[in-house]
T-cell receptor, first 114, second 111 residues
């Protein structure tokens, strides 16, 4: 039982390049989340998905797109990376679809945009 | 904008002491609250969740919630060097899907 996995662990991009961050969970959870974490700031929600095919914008969705391919996988795409997107990205999942549920986090992707 | 505020620290306590971490939240109707621990370079992991006013104890950890004051705290008894980490306070948006995280308090436990 791997929990929440993310790939890649590290990535360096040049401004304007695109990439997709992958996330998968094996806990049969319904909800999945993408957060970014910047120094001195809390985790900020980028996108949320309650089920396959459904997504909702979080606090900071600009510059990102997501895809909930199936119940297990939730990907985050940067179409044209900018230095302001340098951050640590965490994927998380929770069993239900309410905010009373514990969220389980993946190990994170450390992204640098030059 | 809904916020969760924490003192960034660092909070330094000697081994064996009680560490007290505090948090305030702005959304009066929040009903679910969480404390996550995050070691440097790692992902957050849940320490405690609390939903009702009062205290909730789990081993060396006690979470306290006061909804009237919009205040959440975490007490760590018999602090150990392995407790040195950043502690994130979070409040769940009722009826929605957003959990608002504070920026975290860095705790150092000195051996």
């Amino acid at each position: 039982n791997a929990g929440v996995t993310q790939t890649p662990k590290f990535q360096v991009l040049k401004t304007g390049q695109s990439m997709t961050l992958q996330c998968a969970q094996d806990m049969n959870h319904n909800s999945m989340y993408w957060y970014r974490q910047d120094p001195g700031m809390g985790l900020r929600l980028i996108y949320y998905s309650a089920s396959e095919g459904t997504t909702d914008k979080g606090e900071v969705p600009n510059g990102y797109n997501v895809s909930r391919l199936n119940k297990r996988e939730f990907s985050l795409r940067l179409e044209s990376a900018a230095p302001s997107q340098t951050s640590v990205y965490f994927c998380a999942s929770s069993a239900g679809t309410t905010t009373t549920d514990t969220q389980y986090f993946g190990p994170g992707t450390r992204l640098t945009v030059l | 904008q809904k916020e969760v505020e924490q003192n960034s620290g660092p909070l330094s306590v000697p081994e064996g002491a009680i560490a007290s971490l505090n948090c305030t939240y702005s959304d009066r109707v929040s009903q679910s609250f969480f404390w996550y621990r995050q070691y440097s370079g790692k992902s957050p992991e849940l320490i405690m969740s609390i939903y009702s006013n009062g205290d909730k104890e789990d081993g060396r950890f006690t979470a306290q919630l006061n909804k009237a004051s919009q205040y959440v705290s975490l007490l760590i008894r018999d602090s150990q060097p392995s407790d040195s980490a950043t502690y994130l306070c979070a409040a769940g948006e009722p009826g929605g899907f957003k959990t608002i995280f504070g920026a975290g308090t860095r705790l150092f436990v000195k051996a």
